[in-house]
Nanobody, 124 residues
């Protein structure tokens, strides 16, 4: 049984930082693309970042670039999202996802494996 378990969400003031972590288990993730999406109330699920098995990272909208960094530990089957200079508009539930690689996809429906999500709230 595939499991993706996120951790690290919480409440932070604007300008602060959070580090999200996702632990994957239940299948061989070798070669998989790991990604983070987020969904705010009343909005569609949005691509945040993804990383290939070899460590190539891709980010979503320009407002995330330079503030968010995705990384992974293949030996531990974990993927992290470091978020700096957080803004109130970053408030959302953040989801970890995985798909067979090597192609990075930015549409949520191309990812068959999902975590339960972790809430990130940024106060102004």
């Amino acid at each position: 049984q595939v499991q993706l378990v996120e951790s690290g969400g919480g409440l932070v003031q604007a300008g602060g930082s959070l580090r999200l972590s996702c632990a994957a288990s239940g299948r061989t993730f070798s070669g998989d693309v790991m990604a983070w999406f987020r969904q705010a109330p009343g909005k569609e699920r949005e691509f945040v970042a993804a990383i290939t098995w070899s460590g190539v990272g891709v980010y979503g909208r320009d407002s995330m670039k330079g503030r968010f960094t995705i990384s992974k530990d293949n030996a531990k089957n974990t993927v992290d999202l470091q978020m700096n200079s957080l803004k109130p508009e970053d408030t959302a539930v953040y989801y970890c996802a995985a798909r067979p690689g090597p192609r990075i996809a930015t549409s949520w429906y191309e990812y068959p494996y999902w975590g339960q999500g972790t809430q990130v709230t940024v106060s102004s």
